[in-house]
């Protein structure tokens, strides 16, 4: 089992849809969780971190469910420019600081 | 502009030849990490490091990869003898502690 799962997608959306993306995450010790956000060949640029009581930033709110060990990034109102790519990032330290990224979730916003 | 950057941006070299970036990260940032990334994939992990000291090394970082920090500033990443499989986006994160990380553009690097 990869430590950290993503659906690759792609979603495809129409304009002013919802849409929401889970990432499952194996070690139950991780601590902290990020959501970025590629763009196709760019770099990938920090969106959201999850915190444990939820968090929303406009139009996208980020769960964590440390039972389940899955975070979730919800969109609403799709924009075009929102069409990219959705890392998963988890972190967790034993010792050190391990980064693990997810595959990423590949999202299409048509008009 | 006060982000990271990575130099060069592009680099095509012939199998079998030495290669070396440059990563700048954000100033007051004291970790500062190198990933990997191929067609379709998320940042694969290769090292970091807090301040001078490399803390963690992927195994995917074989002999023929090494990581410079000296002075807690800029940092090297060389490859010797690079393969055709080592041709990828070679990215630089920094991040303060352990908190959000800031990535440069990358380095595309194309081996022939």
């Known amino acids: 089992r990869k430590e950290v799962e993503q659906d690759p997608g792609p979603f495809n959306v129409p304009e002013g849809a919802t849409v929401a993306f889970n990432c499952t995450y194996s070690?139950?010790?991780?601590?902290?969780f990020f959501w970025y956000r590629q763009d196709c060949r760019k770099e990938p640029k920090l969106l959201m971190s999850?915190?444990?009581s939820g968090n929303e930033d406009g139009r996208f709110t980020a769960q964590l469910n440390r039972a389940s060990q899955y975070i979730s990034l919800l969109i609403r109102d799709s924009k075009l420019s929102d069409s990219a790519t959705y890392l998963c990032?988890?972190?967790?330290?034993?010792?050190?600081?391990?980064?693990?990224f997810g595959t990423g979730t590949k999202l299409q916003v048509i008009p | 502009d006060t982000g990271v950057s990575q130099d060069p941006r592009h680099k095509i070299t012939k199998r079998g030849q030495n290669v070396t970036f440059r990563c700048d990260p954000i100033?007051?940032?004291?970790?500062l990490y190198w990933y990997r990334q191929t067609l379709g994939q998320g940042p694969e992990f290769l090292t970091y490091?807090?301040?001078?000291?490399?803390?963690?090394k992927s195994r995917l970082l074989s002999d023929r990869f090494s990581a410079e920090r000296p002075k807690g500033s800029f940092s090297t990443l060389e490859i010797q003898r690079t393969e055709q499989g080592d041709s990828a986006m070679y990215l630089c994160?920094?991040?303060?502690?352990?908190?959000?990380?800031?990535f440069g553009p990358g380095t595309r690097l194309t081996v022939l």
């Open positions: 994160a920094s991040s303060f502690l352990g908190y959000e990380q800031f």
């Open positions: 070690n139950s010790a991780s601590q902290s």
């Open positions: 999850v915190y444990s």
């Open positions: 990032v988890v972190t967790h330290s034993g010792g050190y600081q391990k980064v693990t």
């Open positions: 100033s007051e940032h004291n970790r």
């Open positions: 490091f807090q301040n001078e000291a490399q803390l963690e």
